[in-house]
């Protein structure tokens, strides 16, 4: 089973409990393949629908836009 960073999961929590419920910004996120980069945006909370983006960069890697 692949996993996601310990860290980029506490930084998406965080990031979501100190927003501005009216205020979101983008972030991006660089993960390593589309399987972490797509199980990144089911982290709780996950990204609901138009808030976030997944694009393939050219050394293999993804990254992954959202909303926080």
Not at 7 to 30: M, Y
Request: without cysteine; hydrophobic residues 45%; proline residues 7%.
């Amino acid at each position: 089973m692949t996993r996601i960073s310990a860290a980029d999961a506490e930084l998406k929590k965080s990031l979501a409990l100190e927003g501005d419920a009216g205020v979101k910004i983008w972030r991006v996120s660089t993960q390593p393949n589309a399987e972490l980069a797509a199980h990144f945006l089911n982290i709780n909370p996950p990204q609901g629908a138009g808030e976030a983006s997944i694009a393939p960069r050219p050394d293999g890697q993804f990254d992954v836009f959202y909303l926080s």
